[in-house]
């Protein structure tokens, strides 16, 4: 029996994420839970946070490559305005034991909620956009994507119902918003601007898998980061207003902050395999 399952058994385990990781996943991705044979990752400060941190990986399975994904990553900017925050670990209700999507009837209840509804139905924000001939977008994570029908929509902000392609979002965007999710990083990449929306910032890492790593959102962020609904908005509208222009501060940033900006992250990850 041993023979036809032998491979199974036997195997390299190549990791090539899900986002450049901005926080320490130490807890999660150690050697001791995944034992990773190649670790993919896009920056020096990630890679160096992985080789040097508690993950008990060495130069030998962590890999800088750049993530392949980002070779198809492409700029079809329009008018819209994207929000994508991440999960919260404390709705708890929200999310069963594989973290998949339940219908939480006290979620309209939540800090969460609370703020995202008032963000998408701002009246200030809301005609500043329409002046500006700008549309929104708002993506819940998938782990809250139940929750979608408790948020109001309205003529400026749309409510994804389900599958979102990133990719494409992503292209056709010229503005995110978010509050501690690594899509920053996808969107960084394409060379366009970002708000942090972090009004909970002295909870969000309570309970939660992982912890502040390296990235320091105001001293290595990539835009502005609001700590409240107002002084988000006003970032918002400042560079609404300003046709979406990335500041040159967060631009050398992100320049200093990637390893690769080219199309060969694929070939790259494609040789450290073989050479496995």
């Not at 150690?30 to 020096?44: E, G, L, Q, Y």
């Amino acid at each position: 029996m041993k023979r036809y399952i032998n491979d199974l058994l036997t195997y390299k385990y190549v990791f090539l994420q899900h986002g450049v990781i901005i926080n320490d996943l130490s807890k999660w991705l150690c050697k001791f839970n995944k034992n990773i044979d190649i670790f993919v990752t896009s920056a020096k400060h990630e890679y160096d946070s992985i080789v040097n941190g508690d993950y008990g990986y060495t130069e030998k399975q962590v890999k800088l490559t750049g993530m392949p994904r980002y070779d198809m990553l492409h700029n079809d900017a329009q008018k819209q305005v994207v929000i994508i925050p991440t999960w919260r670990n404390s709705i708890k209700a929200a999310f069963d034991n594989t973290t998949r999507s339940v219908y939480y009837k006290e979620f309209k209840k939540t800090k969460y909620f609370k703020f995202f509804n008032s963000l998408i139905n701002n009246e200030r924000l809301l005609e500043c956009l329409k002046n500006n001939g700008y549309s929104g977008l708002f993506c819940l994570h998938p782990i809250h994507a139940k929750q979608y029908v408790d948020f109001k929509e309205n003529d400026v902000f749309k409510v994804n119902k389900g599958f979102v392609d990133y990719q494409d979002v992503f292209s056709k965007s010229s503005l995110l918003v978010t509050d501690y999710s690594s899509v920053s990083t996808d969107f960084a990449y394409l060379r366009k601007p970002i708000v942090y929306a972090q009004f909970d910032f002295d909870t969000f890492f309570d309970g939660a898998n992982y912890k502040q790593g390296y990235f320091n959102y105001k001293n290595d962020g990539f835009g502005p980061v609001a700590c409240d609904l107002e002084s988000t908005v006003d970032e918002i509208i400042k560079l609404v207003e300003n046709d979406c222009k990335i500041d040159d501060k967060y631009l050398k940033r992100i320049n200093e902050y990637f390893a690769f900006n080219d199309k060969n992250n694929s070939m790259r990850v494609y040789q450290e395999i073989i050479n496995l």
